[in-house]
């Protein structure tokens, strides 16, 4: 059992196109993120959601919204996409209510190629 | 503001010999410092980690971090490195507020030479 999944695991598209990632813990955990690394593999935080409640956000372009329906899923709506957008994204959970000395489980990641 | 330094972008080791990655930060407070490791497709799983007390911590697959105040550093160690530790090594810091927001550094690519 996989316990935090990404779909896609890879992702190719034109620019100005809209698409979504989406990402599912089976953890149990509270707490989701989003990062982005980027092809100098610098991973940095993008948002991250506890009970369905934003208490992250970075300085992302409002091009891109998370959503979160339940606590077990963490989506990526990304617009108008940029080729600057190409990078490897990481959903992530933690059990939360403990702040930085919860543990972050990352899924595998999805690698988004703009055209 | 809070950033984390990986002086070695590639390293590259014989089957059996220690490895050292090293890891710099720079932080207000006493940080919570972590390593993770990347394998090739692979999401980041968690090596060790440091909040308090005994600042040498032992982690998974062998692996330590002794982390020294002075040096503002926290170092990994392997005594013995195996072929299936060549991966990405990324050492991050905790957050200054308690959101879990964890600082990467840029990473060292590991590789093991048979």
């Known amino acids: 059992d996989t316990a935090v999944s990404q779909t896609p695991k890879y992702l190719v598209t034109q620019m100005g196109n809209d698409k979504s990632i989406k990402c599912e813990q089976n953890?149990?955990?509270?707490?989701m993120y989003w990062y982005k690394q980027d092809s100098k593999k610098f991973l940095k935080i993008m948002f991250s959601?506890?009970?369905?409640?934003?208490?992250i956000n970075e300085t992302v372009p409002n091009r891109f919204s998370p959503k979160s329906p339940d606590k077990a899923h963490l989506n990526l709506h990304i617009n108008s996409l940029e080729l600057g957008d190409s990078a490897v994204y990481f959903c992530?959970?933690?059990?939360?209510?403990?702040?930085?000395?919860?543990?972050?489980?990352f899924g595998p990641g999805t690698r988004l190629t703009v055209l | 503001a809070q950033s984390v330094t990986q002086p070695d972008i590639h390293i590259t080791v014989s089957e059996g010999a220690s490895l050292e990655l090293r890891c710099n930060y720079s932080?207000?407070?006493?940080?919570?410092l972590f390593w993770y490791v990347q394998s090739p497709g692979q999401g980041l799983q968690l090596l060790l980690k440091?909040?308090?007390?005994?600042?040498l911590v032992q982690g998974i697959k062998g692996f330590e971090a002794e982390f020294k105040r002075s040096q503002s550093s926290f170092n990994l160690r392997k005594p013995s490195v195996h072929w299936s530790d060549a991966a990405e090594y990324f050492c991050?810091?905790?957050?200054?507020?308690?959101?879990?927001?964890?600082?990467f550094g840029q990473g060292t690519t590991l590789q093991v030479k048979p």
């Open positions: 992530a959970s933690s059990q939360g209510g403990q702040g930085a000395t919860d543990t972050q489980y």
């Open positions: 953890l149990g955990h509270d707490t």
């Open positions: 959601y506890n009970n369905k409640e934003l208490i």
């Open positions: 932080y207000g407070a006493t940080p919570y």
């Open positions: 440091y909040f308090s007390g005994d600042t």
């Open positions: 991050a810091v905790g957050p200054a507020s308690n959101t879990g927001k964890l600082i």
